[in-house]
Each structure stands twice: as structure tokens, then as C-alpha cells.
């Protein structure tokens, strides 16, 4: 008979197909609606007892169990078991009757053959419920998503292995709602365990019962400082490189921010080249003054009135330290004033009212990459502004004309019509750049900056000495991580601390509650890279399971999934 692609002619074809088969006596095989069904019985005696493995001859009686099994040639398998039910003789045993079961075929209530279960579980590991069930039906396989994460579920546990090097870091379930721990063993580079939450006393709990941790690496949570510190004090504690760069980075984003307006200063006055003069030459009549163009300010709107953020800022900015300065707390202030706890906080760290204002004010638009185009099209006399919308559209620019409109509106006098060819452009304005691009040209390697970028950024450090400083420490401090120079901190931290740079005065306190993990980090090559890598890729499982990632389905399939 012809099943899919197979033709089967006696019983010894298929126990070639189907090998798991071979402990049962095929009677009949038939094809309906594309489900290929095999009739089939145990003859073998005597059978064993499931609770006491006490032989039996005695049939007690039969039914028939249905199980599903693995396609053939793309077509369903459905096995028909006649199943015979045995009389225990032993009269001490619990269980009066019993069923045989066939090894490698049947298990007590179980739907399933072994086979075909161990291809869902593969399934339900790699896409859980809902791709799962895709996949299956695309395979002639029809399963339902929900038994898919029954058998996710089902899957044992690993074994507990020996770790020597743990890596540490948390996760969002739910952004800003719930956060789940994850452990990795960083020589191994495998999962070992998800924690709920990222509180200490989990993870001290899972290190107590590990006492042959030597190293864990982990970022600047103090949660997690406590819970290693409970669980493992033999253990020593790692900074992550990459946490302490990013804290180094956002210290130095809130100088440049208070320091912002030294920079807006510096590149006020336009950069004015000057040509040598050949001798006898006539020197040429000043030209017409040239149409102004002035980059607006952040601070006001298209009718040079202040802008509504910039204003309610302000105000709140001065209550919060008013009220600062009679000795309320912060909650005081936020009960008082209706604002957030967090807000509140900011508005009380804030060292200026420019360091609040700087992001505020110089947010990216669609408009950012294109102004240097924009200007010098104005400064050519084009004034049309849906010609220039035009430009920029083949120019790749994805916004429509009101952006662009929007922009030069302040530039444009009511009632006034503009030249459309002045006599001579005038010196070209330098926009000021946003705090974010000094952060990073700081940050970066001198080697690798472009000229133009080092060049401003030697102006910026030449006016501002607070940002020279700050720059002269951002260098100091990579060339530790980069050479491993723990040795070098203390003299480091007293640099910074007898500078005047509030922003790095606290990063410099939240060292020192971490000093031991912070210079490890500095003297070793152990860190939590590997562990962010494990993170992204739990981010994946969790979004590929479409809601139903529950930390118990997420946890089997961290542990699992190859």
C-alpha cells in the first residue's frame, strides 16, 4: 500500500520505517483523510505490575488508546493501541488492575509517542506557544499552543553544576513593572538560573547554597553588592567596565549640560577667514549688508516669546529650591507642588537651571541633519520654501514642508520682503552643538576623531576650563580601564575632587561606597559582557513569546534553548 512517499509490503518494511514499532503486532494500516493510521497490539506475556513489578498473566480486560506519532512522507500519524488491562496477583499491592505499556511506545496518559513528544518539546523550546503551533502545522503536525507550554513546562530542570565565575544582571518582564535576575556562569558561557525580581535576597539565597563561587561579576546595583556580600563574602565582587564607563558618561553630560552656555559663547562669534592681500591689488568697496540669519534660540518661540516648557521649568525650578532652601523634604515638596517624586529629585539635584534647560532645548529634529544645507541655500538668496522642501526630499529628507517652514519662520520679518539675491553673504554661523555631541567627542579616542570635531572640541576645552578639566579626566580615566591601572584611582579621585565639577564629585562618592568592586574591575579582565549578550537574547525569547512569557515558561527556555 502507498503511504505518503513509502510503500509498505509486510510487516518487516515497517519495522524499517517505523523502528519505535517493533514491540507491537501491526494488524492493519489504512490512510483516511490524509491521516495514516496504524492498528496494532501487544501480544507479549506475562506483563509487569506499575507499582509492585510483579509479573502477571491474568487479562483483567482491553481498550483502545490513540496516540499520535510522527508523519511519514508529510501525512499524520495516528497509532490505534489495543491495550490490555492485567489483574495484579500480588494482594499486598496498592493497585488492583493495571495496562501494560509497550518501552519506547506508550506511557501512562500520555497523548503522545516518545518520539513525536520529544519533536514538540524541540518546537515549544525554540518558538514556545504560538510559532510553535505554526511551525507543527506547517510539519502535518496538529498541536495546539497550549499544549505546546505544557510540555515547556514539563521539560526537568538541568543539573546544578559547579560555577567558579558568575555573571550577574537583571531584565525587565515588564518595563518599569517587574524585573527578573539572570546568573551566568561566565566560563562555562551558559545560562544557570533566573531569579524573580533583582533584590538581594534572592540572589543571596541561590549563593548559599553555591559556596564554591570565587568571582561575581555584576553592574553598580547596590542590591546586588548587598546580596553577594550576604551570600558569598568569600567571593570577590567585579564592577562591570561597561557600567562604570556609562557612569562616567552621564556625570560628564550633566557638566557639559551646566557648562553649555560657555560652549553657546564660544561659537557665537563666527570663524572668519582672512586672505592675504597681493600687493597693488585695489581693495574692493564693502559690500551691501547681506540678509541676517541667526540660528534660533531654544529658548523662545517662532515669535521670539520664551517657550511655554522653558517657562514652567523655570518656575518649578525655583519653587523646588525655595522650598528646598526652608528644609522641606522632597516628598513635602512634591505633595505641595503635585509633581513626582522623581521630578522633584531632578529639580533638587540640578546645579543650574541651564542644566535643566540644556535638553529641554536641544532635542533632535528631522530638520538637524540638513541645516548646514538649509543655511547656506537662505545665505544664496533661495527664500522659497517650498522649493527648499523639494531639495531636501531628494535629499532623502522624510518630513513634510511644515517642518522646514516651522524652522525659518523666526528668520522671516512680517511685512518685509526679503532680497532674494544679497550682495555678499556674511560670515557663516556656527550652530552650537548639543551637549550630547561634546559628550561624545569627549568620550571618544583623540585618535579616531574626525579633524573638524577635534578642532571644535580644542575650542570648547580652550574657553571653558571647567570642560578642559573634565576632559583631561575622561582621558586619565580610560587609560586605567584600558591598561588595567588600579593603582592609579586614589590619585585619580583627588584630582577630580579638588577640581570644581559637581556632577563628577558624586560619581566619585558612589565609587567609594564600591571601592573594592571598582578597582577589581580596574586590575582584572572579568566583566559582565557576556552576561548583556545572554540578556539580549532573553529579550528575544521573551518578545517571540506573544504575552505568555511567564517567568516559569521564560526560565525553561533560558535554560534550555540552545
Not at 227 to 232: C, P, T, Y
Not at 456 to 467: F, H, M, N, S, Y
Not at 515 to 532: F, H, K, N, P
Request: charged fraction near 25%; charge should be positive; proline fraction near 8%.
Amino acid at each position: 500500500m502507498e503511504l505518503g512517499i513509502y510503500r509498505v509490503c509486510d510487516s518487516r518494511d515497517l519495522g524499517r520505517l517505523l523502528p519505535h514499532l517493533t514491540g507491537v503486532a501491526i494488524e492493519s494500516v489504512e490512510r483516511v483523510a490524509g491521516v495514516v493510521t496504524f492498528r496494532a497490539s501487544c501480544r507479549t506475556l506475562p506483563a509487569r505490575c506499575s507499582a509492585c513489578r510483579m509479573p502477571s498473566w491474568r487479562v483483567h480486560g482491553r481498550y483502545l488508546r490513540r496516540l499520535s506519532d510522527a508523519p511519514i512522507g508529510g501525512a499524520p500519524v495516528v497509532i490505534e493501541l489495543t491495550v490490555r488491562r492485567f489483574k495484579c496477583l500480588n494482594s499486598r499491592c496498592p493497585a488492583v488492575t493495571f495496562a501494560e505499556q509497550v518501552p519506547g511506545l506508550s506511557r501512562p496518559h500520555a497523548r503522545y509517542t516518545p518520539l513525536l513528544q520529544a519533536v514538540l518539546t524541540s518546537i515549544a523550546l525554540a518558538l514556545a506557544g504560538r510559532p510553535g503551533a505554526r511551525l507543527a502545522a506547517a510539519l502535518s503536525i496538529r498541536v495546539a499552543k497550549d499544549a505546546l507550554l505544557h510540555l515547556l513546562r514539563a521539560v526537568p530542570e538541568p543539573p546544578s553544576p559547579q560555577v567558579r565565575v558568575l555573571g550577574v544582571d537583571d531584565f525587565a518582564l515588564r518595563k518599569g513593572n517587574s524585573y527578573a535576575t539572570l546568573l551566568i556562569d561566565l566560563e562555562a558561557r551558559r545560562p544557570l538560573d533566573v531569579l524573580p525580581g533583582r533584590d538581594a535576597a534572592p540572589l543571596a539565597a541561590w549563593l548559599r547554597r553555591h559556596p564554591e563561587v570565587e568571582i561575581i561579576c555584576r553592574n553598580r546595583a547596590g542590591a546586588y553588592a548587598e546580596g553577594a556580600r550576604i551570600g558569598a563574602p568569600q567571593a570577590q565582587q567585579v564592577a562591570d567596565g561597561w557600567h562604570l564607563w556609562r557612569n562616567l558618561a552621564e556625570a560628564l553630560e550633566s557638566t557639559v549640560g551646566s557648562h553649555h552656555g560657555c560652549i553657546r559663547a564660544a561659537f557665537a562669534t563666527p570663524r572668519v577667514a582672512t586672505e592675504p592681500t597681493a600687493v597693488g591689488q585695489v581693495t574692493k568697496a564693502p559690500a551691501a549688508e547681506a540678509v541676517p540669519f541667526v540660528p534660533q534660540d531654544g529658548t523662545l518661540d517662532y515669535l521670539g516669546r520664551p517657550r511655554r516648557l522653558v517657562v514652567r521649568t523655570t518656575e518649578r525650578y525655583e519653587a523646588v529650591q525655595q522650598q528646598l532652601a526652608e528644609g522641606k523634604s522632597l516628598r513635602a515638596i512634591g505633595r505641595e507642588l503635585r509633581l513626582d517624586h522623581s521630578t522633584v529629585r531632578r529639580f533638587a539635584r540640578a546645579q543650574s537651571l541651564e542644566e535643566l534647560l540644556v535638553k529641554a532645548t536641544n532635542r533632535a529634529t528631522l530638520v538637524d541633519a540638513f541645516k548646514p544645507y538649509l543655511h547656506q541655500r537662505w545665505l544664496d538668496g533661495c527664500h522659497d520654501i517650498p522649493q527648499l522642501h523639494r531639495e531636501l526630499r531628494e535629499r532623502g529628507f522624510t518630513g513634510d514642508v511644515q517642518y522646514v517652514r516651522r524652522y525659518f519662520r523666526p528668520f522671516k520679518k512680517p511685512h518685509s520682503p526679503l532680497p532674494k539675491d544679497p550682495p555678499a553673504p556674511p560670515p557663516e554661523h556656527r550652530p552650537a552643538p548639543k551637549p550630547r555631541r561634546v559628550v561624545r567627542w569627549i568620550m571618544t579616542n583623540p585618535g579616531h576623531l574626525a579633524e573638524g570635531d577635534a578642532a571644535e572640541l580644542k575650542e570648547i576645552r580652550a574657553v571653558c576650563p571647567e570642560l578642559d578639566a573634565a576632559a583631561r579626566h575622561v582621558r586619565d580615566f580610560a587609560t586605567m580601564m584600558r591598561d588595567l591601572r588600579s593603582d592609579q584611582l586614589p590619585d585619580w579621585m583627588a584630582r577630580v575632587l579638588a577640581d570644581d565639577l559637581p556632577a563628577l564629585h558624586s560619581l566619585v562618592n558612589g565609587l567609594l561606597r564600591d571601592l573594592d568592586a571598582v578597582t577589581a574591575a580596574l586590575s582584572t579582565t572579568w566583566s559582565s559582557g557576556q552576561v548583556e549578550g545572554h540578556v539580549t537574547r532573553v529579550k528575544l525569547l521573551k518578545r517571540m513569546g506573544f504575552g505568555r512569557a511567564n517567568l516559569d515558561l521564560l526560565r525553561s527556555r533560558v535554560l534550555h534553548s540552545p
